[in-house]
């Protein structure tokens, strides 16, 4: 539908942006990383790690426990809680229309195979026709998503896929202690699932060579990690950037229950699949 209905069609857009932002390639796709370079050094040896293994040994495998995260790409940004031990997951994010100005704000619980959704709007003056939705947890069932790949599920814990990225690291050095720099191969292995085939496409040989810049904290874990996405022609330059945080203190990730949650209404089903 158009703008003048100011309903299905206009919120599908911004839906599908957030939701492909949650659940697809960017920032929470969990692209399995190979062993690769991930071990420190082989077992007897006394060799020190190179720069790249030291980082990837860094890269959260559900191991340190629950963390929290924030993410940013060309066109969003995404918060939230991973509990490797409850395979759980929690995914917030904010879109603005920018033709109406009116903001979604996307909210999704996961926990193993169960996935709840909260939505709020603000910034609504003055339009009509948007969803009234329970201010709960919704609970959704798959069957009934038009396009049920596109919601989010629990993938592993390095929701920010900076496993693939550092294995497609064509060089890696080590700047001072906790602090990496290098250059990233975007056509290479998972890491070419990182970004949306559009951007690939603009990027052309200039995704063979990404600046990126890393972060690893006292306690031996991945802080934080850069990549320096270039401008190419009507894309602009942008950060694609991953923090993770709070590793063993962050709260867990728990089913919503009693008056918090309740089965997502037709409304939520019409929302999604416009």
Known sequence: MTQRTRTAGLLRRVVTATTAALAATTLV???DAGDGDRAAAPAGSSA????????????PDGTEGTFRFTGHDSSSDISGLVDPTAKGAELTTA???????????MSFRIVA??????VKFTGTKGLTGLPKLPDRWLRLDRARLADAASAPVYDGVDVGNTGPLIEAATAVEEKGAGRYAGTVDLTAGEAAKVLDAEEMTALGDAAKAVPFTAEVGPDGNLAKLTLQVPAVGRHKAYAYLVEYRDYGTAPKVTAPTGAAAQDAPKVAYELLNG
Do not use: E, Y
């Open 29 to 31: 796709a969990g692209c």
């Open 95 to 105: 879109v603005k229309d920018p033709d109406l100005g009116f903001t979604t704000r």
């Open 48 to 59: 020190a790690p190179t720069p790249k293994a030291a980082l990837l040994a860094a890269v």
């Open 113 to 118: 195979d169960q996935t709840w959704m909260k």
